[in-house]
């Protein structure tokens, strides 16, 4: 089986197909502290492309509640042991090789979903979920649990104990329960499971832009994507006898959405998204199939640079284009195991984030239309605390987004504007 580069991972791995790159990559930045799971962005999407005869189950967009809950029910927890059945004890990082451009995180150690996969004469491991797992798309729906048996429970899995909520600064009482809320589509990966995986060679990620998608002509239903993707975002459609997944609304970022003239706009659940914690972008990529150095980008700068979002279980070796700013009252084993050994540092730059972190992140939701490159006017400062014994300073900048054209789109101030409702105006209506 040819070899390809993960950088996620720092190393080489397995792949059944040789190593191509399209020349631009759909990826997408989820910030996790701040979804309310209102599910608008479900909704949204349901309402565009998953409203027909057939689909009444399909949510190519979710938001589950962890750590309990999954769409597919425990598709998570099932996977991992999978891959603990063929390689027991053996999912580690080993963190001392440093950061390097091309091994972020470390280099891991283990197996993933293709290393498995080879073992047992599959392109990936994985399986077929029931159609009861597929039941509830917020199962578990804002369960809490106690820190302290999920963290002895990781404790028993190898990873060291620590003491989160004692990090989080908090003088409130400590009653040690968490849960939060994971949004989810297609990772749209640089090494998709469900394209290793089809008999059929019906799903294809296309050169200009990295999306996956399914030939709905040439597949014929073997249900190998969605047996071997781990995120189980390829579903079966029982009244055409074909899987779908989400496509990334590609007409919108086309620029076919006659509201934008032509210029690539967000997805639909980007879009719509109340909370703001969704941006989504296109990333360069260079001849070496990595991220070609963006400096200005968004998401360039939020993954690459600052390290401040990271990718969702980066050991199943897909490569997902998705990343997320982990959460920070989570306990942090857990949150490593979901997010690699970057958590730390993650959290760590979000709490205290530096300036121009701070003005790149009012990006977020500020334009339907997808923004290329950013920029930072520098404004007074407004305020300064310390956290963490760590000194911050607030500074009123001004960030401005622009599209792929390189028009501005967006123009948001750090300190929310304060607007004073004349007197005639007065409950007015
Ligand atoms: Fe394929 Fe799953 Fe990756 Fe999407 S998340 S590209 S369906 S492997
Ligand atoms: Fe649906 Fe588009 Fe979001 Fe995919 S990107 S989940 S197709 S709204
Ligand atoms: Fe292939 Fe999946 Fe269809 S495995 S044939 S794309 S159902």
């Known amino acids: 089986m040819p070899e390809v580069y993960n950088w996620q991972l720092g190393r080489k791995m397995l792949y059944p197909y040789e190593e191509r790159h399209p020349k631009w990559q759909f990826a997408f930045v989820f910030n996790i502290n701040r979804c309310l799971a209102c ?10 492309w998953l409203f027909s005869k057939g689909q009444e189950y399909m949510w190519w967009n979710n938001v589950e509640t962890k750590p309990y809950g ?3 029910q425990f598709y998570d927890v099932k996977i991992t042991q999978l891959i603990e059945q063929v390689n027991p004890g053996g999912q580690v990082w080993n963190v001392r090789v440093g950061r390097k451009h091309h091994a972020p995180y470390g280099v891991f150690e283990g197996m993933t979903i293709f290393d498995a996969g080879a073992k047992v004469g599959q392109a990936a491991i994985g399986y077929i979920p029931t159609d009861q797992e597929w039941r509830f798309v917020n199962i578990y729906e804002d369960t809490a649990t106690s820190m302290r048996s999920l963290v002895e429970g990781i404790d028993r899995s190898g990873f060291s104990r620590d003491e989160p909520w004692r990090l989080s600064g908090s003088s409130l009482p400590e009653h040690e329960t968490f849960f939060f809320y994971l949004q989810r589509i297609c990772n749209h990966c640089t090494y998709p499971g469900c394209l290793a995986a089809c008999p059929r060679k019906a799903i294809y990620k296309r050169p200009e832009d990295g999306i996956v998608l399914i030939d709905q002509n040439r597949c014929r239903g073997y249900k190998k994507c969605v047996e071997q ?3 189980k975002k390829p579903m079966y459609r029982g009244t055409t006898r074909v899987s779908e997944k989400c496509i990334a609304c590609y007409p919108r970022i086309e620029g076919k959405d006659p509201l ?3 210029e690539p706009m967000e997805t639909r659940c980007m879009a719509a998204c109340v909370g703001k914690i969704r941006m989504q972008s296109l990333v360069r990529i260079g001849e070496d199939g990595l991220w070609a150095e963006d400096r200005w980008h968004p998401l360039y700068y939020t993954i690459r640079v600052e390290q401040v979002a990271l990718p969702l279980y980066p050991q199943w070796g897909t490569e997902p284009n998705g990343y997320y700013i982990p959460p920070r009252h989570s306990p942090r084993g857990y949150a490593r195991q979901m997010f690699g050994p970057g958590v730390d540092n993650a959290i760590e730059k979000y709490l ?8 790149v992140l009012q990006l977020w939701r500020a334009s339907q239309q997808i923004v290329f490159r950013y920029d930072v006017i520098p404004g007074p400062k407004v305020f300064e605390t310390q956290i963490h014994g760590k000194r911050f300073e607030m500074y009123n900048d001004t960030v401005l987004g622009f599209n792929k054209s390189g028009k ?4 948001i101030q750090v300190e929310e504007p304060i607007y004073i409702r004349p007197a005639e105006r007065v409950n007015w209506l």
């Open 39 to 48: 599910q608008t962005c479900s909704m949204a999407d349901k309402s565009t």
């Open 70 to 72: 999954g769409y597919p």
């Open 229 to 231: 993707c781990p995120f």
């Open 260 to 262: 934008t003239g032509g």
């Open 352 to 359: 205290v984030p530096s300036r121009e972190l701070l003005a």
């Open 408 to 411: 501005e789109v967006a123009r």
